[in-house]
């Protein structure tokens, strides 16, 4: 079983859905990042979280520390969201493990 | 665009060759980590050098080192390359360890 689970693995989603994507962990994290991948390869770090929740325009991250769970929600979804979007954390031996992706892929 | 930069961004070699991939940090961040994707593994962690020591290390091989230099550049050297080295290399970059800033990649084909 890998360290970081994601799911769902791909998801196709209409213009302006309310979309999640939920990422679970199985070891003692001190940070939980989410990262962007688009097509063309290049990656963007769109959250760090420790606790709590974050928004970034219409991008929401939450996490569970006790639940060791963490979710990337998207409000009004748009084609250009269509990307991969990964889970990675950071064990406390600062080693940083990936889950292995979720594809979105958003339809006009 | 990150900030970072990797060079070269395509490197086509053969089997047995020593390679180079070169990043140069934002301006400013003094970590600099190391990631390789491939398509059967995803990304991994390989190391991760803060203000030219090694801070963490992944599953990077024997055969691969890395170092970070006085200017806060850094090297990973891939050294007795096999066809499964074949992947993308990122590297990205942070203050310390907060927010990591990506490099577009360096493509590596082995042959």
């Known amino acids: 079983k890998n360290e970081v689970e994601q799911s769902p693995q791909n998801l196709t989603a209409q213009e302006g859905e309310f979309i999640t994507i939920n990422c679970s962990y199985s070891?003692?994290?001190?940070?939980l990042h989410w990262l962007q991948q688009h097509p063309g390869g290049g990656i963007v770090s769109l959250f760090m979280?420790?606790?709590g929740k974050k928004k970034h325009g219409r991008l929401i991250a939450t996490i569970n520390i006790q639940e060791k769970h963490s979710s990337l929600h998207i409000t009004a979804s748009h084609p250009r969201d269509s990307a991969v979007y990964i889970c990675?954390?950071?064990?406390?031996?600062?080693?940083?493990?990936f889950g292995a992706g979720t594809r979105l892929t958003v339809k006009p | 665009d990150s900030g970072v930069t990797q060079t070269p961004k395509h490197l086509i070699t053969a089997t047995g060759q020593r390679v180079t991939l070169r990043c140069s940090p934002r301006?400013?961040?003094?970590?600099v980590y190391w990631y390789q994707q491939s398509l059967d593994q995803g990304l991994q962690f390989l190391i991760q050098?803060?203000?030219?020591?090694?801070?963490a290390k992944g599953n990077i091989l024997e055969r691969f080192s890395a170092q970070q230099f006085p200017d806060l550049h850094s090297e990973l050297n891939l050294s007795s390359l096999e066809l499964g080295d074949s992947a993308l290399y990122f590297c990205?970059?942070?203050?310390?360890?907060?927010?990591?800033?990506f490099g577009p990649g360096t493509r590596l084909t082995v042959l």
């Open positions: 301006s400013g961040d003094l970590s």
């Open positions: 070891v003692g994290i001190s940070a």
């Open positions: 990675a954390v950071r064990n406390n031996n600062n080693d940083m493990r």
């Open positions: 979280l420790s606790s």
């Open positions: 990205a970059s942070s203050l310390i360890t907060d927010t990591q800033y």
């Open positions: 050098y803060y203000n030219g020591e090694e801070r």
